[in-house]
């Protein structure tokens, strides 16, 4: 398959989950109250940080090198991984349970069902790389398409049922991950093979280089939801859980491109100066939609999820500008991850996290949900300088 052909159908992929999330999102937004709203969102977002940080570095491994050589070793060590995760998650659910300890506005119950989560979501981020490293594409779109639908049907048949309790809900997300493990488990099967030892070290060094990266850009996309509401509203984060899909919604094809492009840039010699052609096609596309959906989003934000909701249009603007910039930045870190500059890696993702969270800390007091919005604006462009800073010093072979 072409790159191109590659990169459309992820792009298509992901905007189909979108279609399928809007649909269970205006289902919550009008069987929810704002701060219940912004619970789950909260709840949802902080399951899968801790997941991604379970598969902090050897995600990222997985789509260089599962196409190559050490593939069997890169899917036998992500089943490991997360079979150790699950033995860490699990106890500390029941624990949770018997002990009867509420979080971030759950119940007991509600809180051991959302830890119980976590292994699956490892699971599926790790398993869904490793087909993309593999360029197996259309079984990738399967599960990732078919994890989101399975919950919006979970959410569909408790809101027609009259259950909308948020440990129901919380059982519906856990049901879609539930699919999204049988479709991968299934797909690869027979694949994964216990590795040599030099096999194994490769694996875990490629891991471990990537985890700080991995671990501080999950930080900078997960902790302004929780921020906005340790701060003080879980309204506010309400609104920014209906802004932020839309704006990701924009980031798809950039997002697809990175995924599409690490593999194809670790795997060949190309021009010296592709990357920042490659950065630059995808950021124009990407301006082009910003410009519409900052126009359509005070229309359709309180068309799909009611006038409670009216003020993210704003959250959108507001985001809007760091989105395009990042467009260009993730093109950019793909190349930067495969000739290995980490340093520059690591010092763009810091300076976000950085950068986004003093700029909360001082806003979102004053102006809640709206200083998250140009806090998150704040980081993605602090990211993309260095990420440029970096690739214009690179090694001129590289």
């Given at each position: 398959?072409?790159?191109?052909?590659?990169?459309?159908?992820?792009?298509?992929?992901?905007?189909?989950?979108?279609?399928?999330?809007?649909?269970?999102?205006?289902?919550?937004?009008?069987?929810?109250?704002?701060?219940?709203?912004?619970?789950?969102?909260?709840?949802?977002?902080?399951?899968s940080l801790l997941a991604s940080v379970g598969a902090a570095g050897l995600e990222t491994a997985a789509l260089r090198s599962a196409g190559g050589s050490d593939g069997a070793a890169v899917l036998y060590t992500s089943i490991r991984r997360s079979a150790v995760v699950a033995g860490i998650a699990v106890p500390v659910a029941l624990m949770l349970l018997v002990f009867q300890v509420p979080l971030v506005g759950l119940r007991p119950l509600e809180v051991a069902i959302a830890v119980a989560?976590?292994?699956?979501?490892?699971?599926?981020?790790?398993?869904?790389?490793?087909?993309?490293?593999?360029?197996?594409?259309?079984?990738?779109?399967?599960?990732?398409?078919?994890?989101?639908?399975?919950?919006?049907?979970?959410?569909?048949?408790?809101?027609?049922?009259?259950?909308?309790?948020?440990?129901?809900?919380?059982?519906?997300?856990?049901?879609?991950?539930?699919?999204?493990?049988?479709?991968?488990?299934?797909?690869?099967?027979?694949?994964?093979?216990?590795?040599?030892?030099?096999?194994?070290?490769?694996?875990?060094?490629?891991?471990?280089?990537?985890?700080?990266?991995?671990?501080?850009?999950?930080?900078?996309?997960?902790?302004?939801?929780?921020?906005?509401?340790?701060?003080?509203?879980?309204?506010?984060?309400?609104?920014?859980?209906?802004?932020?899909?839309?704006?990701?919604?924009?980031?798809?094809?950039?997002?697809?491109?990175?995924?599409?492009?690490?593999?194809?840039?670790?795997?060949?010699?190309?021009?010296?100066?592709?990357?920042?052609?490659?950065?630059?096609?995808?950021?124009?596309?990407?301006?082009?939609?910003?410009?519409?959906?900052?126009?359509?989003?005070?229309?359709?934000?309180?068309?799909?999820?009611?006038?409670?909701?009216?003020?993210?249009?704003?959250?959108?603007?507001?985001?809007?500008?760091?989105?395009?910039?990042?467009?260009?930045?993730?093109?950019?870190?793909?190349?930067?991850?495969?000739?290995?500059?980490?340093?520059?890696?690591?010092?763009?993702?810091?300076?976000?996290?950085?950068?986004?969270?003093?700029?909360?800390?001082?806003?979102?007091?004053?102006?809640?949900?709206?200083?998250?919005?140009?806090?998150?604006?704040?980081?993605?462009?602090?990211?993309?300088?260095?990420?440029?800073?970096?690739?214009?010093?690179?090694?001129?072979?590289?």
């Amino acid at each position: 398959m072409s790159t191109a052909h590659a990169i459309g159908l992820v792009t298509i992929s992901r905007f189909g989950t979108l279609g399928v999330s809007l649909v269970g999102g205006v289902l919550l937004a009008r069987s929810l109250d704002v701060p219940a709203r912004g619970v789950l969102s909260v709840s949802i977002t902080l399951v899968s940080l801790l997941a991604s940080v379970g598969a902090a570095g050897l995600e990222t491994a997985a789509l260089r090198s599962a196409g190559g050589s050490d593939g069997a070793a890169v899917l036998y060590t992500s089943i490991r991984r997360s079979a150790v995760v699950a033995g860490i998650a699990v106890p500390v659910a029941l624990m949770l349970l018997v002990f009867q300890v509420p979080l971030v506005g759950l119940r007991p119950l509600e809180v051991a069902i959302a830890v119980a989560a976590i292994p699956l979501v490892v699971l599926s981020q790790l398993l869904s790389n490793c087909l993309l490293g593999m360029r197996r594409y259309r079984i990738w779109t399967i599960a990732t398409v078919g994890t989101v639908a399975a919950y919006v049907v979970g959410i569909a048949g408790l809101t027609i049922a009259g259950v909308t309790s948020l440990g129901a809900y919380l059982t519906a997300f856990v049901l879609g991950y539930v699919f999204s493990a049988m479709v991968l488990l299934g797909s690869l099967r027979g694949r994964a093979r216990r590795p040599s030892r030099d096999a194994a070290t490769r694996v875990a060094t490629s891991a471990r280089r990537m985890t700080a990266i991995t671990l501080l850009q999950i930080l900078f996309l997960r902790i302004h939801a929780p921020l906005v509401q340790a701060l003080g509203s879980s309204g506010a984060a309400g609104l920014l859980a209906v802004a932020t899909p839309l704006v990701d919604a924009l980031l798809f094809l950039p997002v697809a491109a990175g995924l599409v492009l690490l593999p194809r840039y670790s795997a060949q010699n190309i021009a010296p100066a592709r990357p920042l052609r490659d950065a630059l096609r995808v950021t124009l596309i990407t301006a082009f939609g910003a410009l519409a959906l900052g126009l359509l989003a005070p229309i359709v934000v309180p068309f799909l999820y009611g006038a409670d909701y009216a003020e993210a249009s704003t959250l959108v603007q507001l985001i809007l500008p760091g989105a395009v910039a990042f467009a260009l930045a993730r093109v950019l870190q793909s190349h930067l991850l495969a000739i290995e500059s980490y340093g520059t890696l690591i010092l763009g993702s810091l300076l976000a996290v950085t950068l986004s969270v003093v700029v909360q800390l001082f806003l979102s007091p004053h102006l809640g949900a709206t200083g998250a919005a140009i806090a998150i604006t704040a980081g993605y462009i602090t990211m993309t300088v260095t990420f440029c800073v970096g690739y214009a010093r690179r090694p001129q072979h590289a």
